[in-house]
């Protein structure tokens, strides 16, 4: 199985539970694996034959970025969703970071993995 990752997408959202939350932006970081065959794009150098980090960095940025969520899990459940809906994906492993959501911490998170791994 081969993967392409990107880490530590970085976003500016709206993102928490509490009142003070929904009304200001806060970043998130996503670390995203993603199972891909790269034989065929390798072979040929066909960009359009690879699993584009460009073209989802680009969707997941925009899609979030006008967002209005409380939790982090539903924000790993949608882009997992988009990722195995929009780029067919067959795996994935997601990790969404909030960093400095607590004060004595450096960030929370969630990691979850969706699809069939290869």
Do not use: C
């Amino acid at each position: 199985m081969d993967l392409v990752f990107i880490k530590q997408l970085t976003v500016e959202t709206t993102i928490g539970a509490y009142d003070w939350e929904k009304t200001i932006k806060q970043t998130l970081l996503l670390d995203i694996e993603m199972a891909w065959d790269n034989k065929a794009p390798a072979q040929d150098d066909d960009l359009h034959k690879a699993l584009d980090y460009a073209s989802v960095s680009q969707r997941l940025t925009s899609w979030l970025s006008d967002q209005k969520i409380e939790l982090i899990e539903t924000v790993a459940e949608r882009v997992a969703a988009i990722l195995l809906d929009e780029f067919s994906v067959s795996w994935l492993k997601l990790t969404v970071h909030k960093p400095d959501a607590v004060d004595n911490a450096s960030g929370v998170g969630v990691t979850i993995e969706r699809g069939v791994k290869g």
